[in-house]
């Protein structure tokens, strides 16, 4: 059985830095896999807004390239999302997702063969 658990999240003043991380269970974060991060803002759908392909290339949806980094340890399973110069839009709830990922992931969670966290918290204070 998958297991993924975020941790990280709370709240920070605008301009500030957090970092999200995820471990993963049952489901390898290594070099090929599929896995990164989506953002539900309050009551608005979910966005993917990073990712590994399965060749390893990172890549961002545009509100947040050049201030999250997406990042992975192989050998701790985890992966993790650094989030600097955060902004008040960037308030959502965060979930890690792997699998068959897609830049239009539905909250309702209806996409086969592809896992979630639980998800967490993260309030950007303007």
């Known amino acids: 059985e998958v297991y993924l658990a975020e941790s990280g999240g709370g709240w920070v003043q605008a301009g500030g830095s957090l970092r999200l991380s995820c471990t993963g269970t049952?489901?390898?974060?290594?070099?090929?896999?599929?896995i990164g991060w989506v953002r539900q803002p309050p009551a608005e759908e979910c966005d993917l807004i990073a990712r590994?392909?399965?060749?390893?290339?990172?890549r961002y949806l545009s509100p947040v390239e050049g201030r999250f980094i997406i990042s992975r340890d192989i050998e701790k399973n985890t992966m993790y999302l650094q989030m600097n110069k955060l902004k008040p839009e960037d308030t959502g709830m965060y979930f890690c997702?792997?699998?068959?990922?897609?830049?239009?992931?539905?909250?309702?969670?209806?996409?086969?063969?592809?896992?979630w966290g639980q998800g967490i918290q993260v309030t950007v204070a303007s």
């Open positions: 049952g489901y390898s974060f290594g070099k090929f896999s599929e």
């Open positions: 590994f392909y399965g060749d390893g290339t990172p």
């Open positions: 997702v792997a699998g068959d990922i897609t830049w239009t992931m539905d909250c309702g969670r209806s996409r086969p063969n592809t896992y």
